[in-house]
Each structure stands twice: as structure tokens, then as C-alpha cells.
């Protein structure tokens, strides 16, 4: 998978605004993220989005694995 040029964590419904957006499910070094990102492109850019809580808003703030979403939407390697 190529990394996207900018990955966002936020709330659930950011992923309207990506065109093109398909899913990708990936495994971190830290456990599974909080779902899919959602990829696809904003203003030409590359854009990758994490819906923090779920894509349903099913995890509680205590429960989210906050170091697998920021290594799913960190730094560019």
C-alpha cells in the first residue's frame, strides 16, 4: 500500500469529502487501528482518514488504541 500524503484522525463522517475514497484495513505494530482508513483524494492530495471512535461510533474513549491510529496515519515513511 502506498501511504497517503495526509492522514487524519477524526470523527466519523469526514470520509464523504474524499473522493474516490475506497477502504483499507490494515495491522499496526500496536493492534488494529479503529477501523478502515478511508483513502482517496481532497483538492488533488492524497488523503487518508480514521474515524477515531469507529465508523459507527463504537468505541469509548478509553478504548481506543490511540499508538495503531497514529502509526495507520503518521509520518510518510
Known sequence: MTRAEIGIIG???????????????LDTPYGLP???LAVGTVGGRSVAFLARHGARHELA??????????WACGPLA
Open 11 to 25: 470523527g466519523s463522517g469526514f470520509y464523504r469529502f474524499l473522493d474516490g475514497a475506497r477502504e483499507v484495513s
Open 34 to 36: 479503529s477501523g478502515p
Open 61 to 70: 474513549p478509553h478504548a481506543i488504541n490511540y499508538r495503531a491510529n497514529l
